[in-house]
């Protein structure tokens, strides 16, 4: 038990998920009340923390409106996050549905007939609460409004009889007033000017209540809200099981094909019985038959990008820019620290390239690289690259490499400092050693300088990889390269509620991503980390 307790805690530490570490040693009984604090320090006041988080979250966001209605609370958030997976999930099922076959695609089409069936009688109940809904909600705001209404016209019949009133006694005033009166001028100007001050006042209160009456109107009435999402929610079944059902019983592959595979049949039998100039036309409507059915045998469903797949693909696009970076910042990092020459030769590039922002270096990748491949469809790299197995469905395009170089200009430059300094910093008795030894530059290399900087050639990877992630984002925002941030630009673009609480779900996927990514750079780190130093807060 004791070295099981052992290895736990060496993979925590390896981990960086040091705040479990007083949960295993609670569990073997050491030290209780010392763990007790440290779990309430390191997992309970960071809980509650988190908690208080999203309560000031769903009491403020409500009170702030915009051009796309209330700012989304932590409850519509979710809702939001399940729809973006609901929809990944019946694209994927549309998608398995058009190559379904035989038995397979009636028992599936027999299925979608009876849920369709069901959702009917269930469009019906929805809409029969909505209607319901919004005649109790007409009552309710009928009930608000009548007291504002009264108030309204009472408080206009006032102010006009008012208004009047001053506008008589204005008349009076200037009647009285002398032509070579100045002061009596003066006064009746000071006159006018508080009749105009009153009535603009007056005005204003008058606005302020018919828009108290619009707001009654435009209220939020939670009975209708709901009936609405219900309503919302069936209707996007039913679509979806409409054309589910269409896929399997008209657009399926295994149908196409067997249509195709009887008129090649048919025109076979024609060709056997026709002769002379006959043939040619037969023949010619055979072959155009047999290439529709290659292109149908090697067709898939136009599935949609949903939000998983542009995560797949973001997390692709990175790694290929982070790996770019890394094979170009490494080798340059261990020259520099080997040789001050060649240090002083690349620092001027280092300073003059480092702060260079990532909407700069875009849209030159985009320029130079459209400039290599300029027909995509038909470049051999992009043919070659859609064809593999495990990546071909990304869909590699110009934009996805731009972005990819992109992420690695912006992030080469913590692993090459921290490499240069790393091989810099090594004990120069190792280095003593090694010429005692007698070793090649090769052997020192590989023996001795790279496994001494290793613990800060890694550290610079972390945070490479971590400012990779985040450019990577505003580069697939602007290149419209199919990702993370093309989602939420098309959402930004879509302006409604409902895309707003989209755009807050990547916060957190964006979050979640970034805080894997680290978590496992830290494990790498740990590794390779001899001297005990946190690698990780």
């Given amino acids: 038990m004791e070295r099981f307790k052992y290895s736990l805690l060496k993979i925590i530490n ?47 966001a409500p009170v702030y409106k915009t051009k796309s209605g209330e700012v989304p609370t932590p409850a519509v958030v979710y809702e939001a996050a399940q729809g973006v997976r609901e929809f990944h999930d019946r694209e994927t099922d549309k998608q398995a549905a058009y190559s379904l076959d035989g038995q397979d695609r009636e028992a599936s089409l027999a299925q979608v007939q009876v849920e369709l069936k069901a959702i009917t009688a269930e469009k019906v109940k929805a809409d029969a609460e909505v209607k319901s809904a919004e005649l109790a909600k007409k009552a309710f705001v009928a009930e608000k409004l009548e007291p504002l209404k009264v108030e309204y016209e009472s ?59 619009d707001d009654v109107r435009n209220l939020n009435y939670p009975p209708l809200m709901e009936a609405l999402k219900y309503q919302t929610h069936v209707a996007e079944q ?56 290659n292109n149908i045998s090697s067709s898939e469903y136009a599935k949609p990008w949903t939000l998983p797949m542009q995560i797949a693909r973001s997390v692709a696009c990175v790694f290929a820019g982070f790996f770019l970076a890394t094979a170009i910042a490494i080798p340059i990092g261990i020259l520099c620290g080997v040789s001050s020459t060649f240090m002083a030769a690349v620092t001027p590039f280092i300073a003059l390239f480092k702060p260079v922002s990532p909407i700069v270096w875009l849209p030159i990748s985009l320029i130079i690289v459209g400039g290599i491949i300029t027909d995509p469809d038909k470049h051999w790299l992009m043919v070659a690259l859609s064809e593999m197995p495990l990546i071909g469905w990304l869909q590699i395009n110009p934009a996805f490499i731009a972005s990819a170089i992109t992420v690695a200009l912006c992030s080469l430059w913590p692993t090459l400092v921290n490499t240069a300094l790393g091989v810099a910093s090594i004990d120069k008795d190792h280095i003593n050693v090694a010429r ?102």
């Fill in 14 to 60: 390896i981990s960086g998920l040091t705040f479990l570490e007083p949960v295993v040693r609670l569990c073997y009984g050491e030290e209780p009340q010392l763990q007790l604090k440290k779990i309430g320090r390191f997992i309970v006041i960071p809980t509650v923390t988190f908690m208080i988080f999203l309560w000031m979250w769903s009491v403020i």
């Fill in 155 to 213: 408080k206009k019949e006032e102010y006009l009889r008012a208004q009047l009133r001053r506008e008589r006694a204005l008349k009076v005033k200037a009647a009285k007033v002398e032509k070579g009166d100045l002061k009596g001028k003066n006064n009746l100007l000071g006159y006018v000017r508080g009749h105009q001050e009153q009535t603009t006042a007056e005005q204003d209160e008058l606005a302020e209540l018919k828009t108290e009456q």
């Fill in 238 to 293: 039913e679509q979806y099981l409409t054309k589910k059902e269409e896929i399997l019983s008209k657009s399926n592959r295994s149908l196409k094909l067997h249509e195709e595979q009887d008129k090649l049949k048919q025109l076979q039998r024609q060709y056997a019985t026709a002769t002379g100039p006959d043939l040619i036309p037969i023949a010619q409507q055979m072959l155009r038959v047999e290439e529709r059915m």
């Fill in 436 to 537: 005692v030894l007698r070793l090649t530059f090769t052997q020192r290399l590989f023996k001795i300088v790279i496994p001494s900087a290793l613990p800060l050639i890694f550290a610079g990877l972390r945070i490479s990889l971590g400012v990779g992630w985040m450019v990577l984002i505003a580069a697939e925002l602007l290149s419209s390269s199919e990702g993370i941030g093309k989602f939420v630009w098309d959402m930004f673009n879509n302006g409604s509620s409902e895309t707003f609480a989209q755009m807050f779900v990547v916060v957190f996927v964006v979050g979640a991503i970034g805080l894997l990514l680290d978590r496992t750079m830290i494990v790498f780190q740990r590794l390779v980390s001899f001297d005990g130093a946190p690698a990780a807060i």
